[in-house]
């Protein structure tokens, strides 16, 4: 069973920068693409970015220009760099992954990391 571990988070100020590991048990290698979620409280859960394979990524417009999503398959992690972070980026952050392209579903989540940025 593959398993999937978020680090990162933080309590940060506006402005601040943060980078949100996702540590895969196995090779990521597997995996057709990795994603990161995010939860604000009472809030549906959003994509915020996801990378595939071949290293092409999306970002959410509400990221893009300051969050960078990136791959180390050496270390088996995907990581997130949020920089200039808002207040509006409050949330809990997921990692997922899917092996395959063809499902909407993402077969693996991670349990999350809590990103608190102040104003």
């Known amino acids: 069973q593959v398993q999937l571990v978020e680090s990162g988070g933080s309590l940060v100020q506006s402005g601040g920068s943060l980078r949100l590991s996702c540590a895969a048990s196995?090779?990521?290698?597997?995996?057709?693409?990795v994603a990161w979620y995010r939860q604000p409280a009472g809030k549906e859960r959003e994509l915020v970015a996801h990378?595939?394979?071949?290293?092409?990524?999306y970002y959410a417009d509400s990221v893009k220009g300051r969050f960078s999503i990136s791959r180390d398959t050496a270390k088996n992690t995907v990581y997130l760099q949020m920089n200039s972070l808002k207040p509006e980026d409050t949330a809990v952050y997921y990692c997922a992954a899917k092996e395959t392209g063809d499902r909407m579903y993402w077969d693996y989540w991670g349990r999350g990391t809590q990103v608190t940025v102040s104003s």
């Open positions: 196995g090779s990521i290698s597997r995996f057709y693409s």
């Open positions: 990378i595939v394979n071949v290293g092409i990524a």
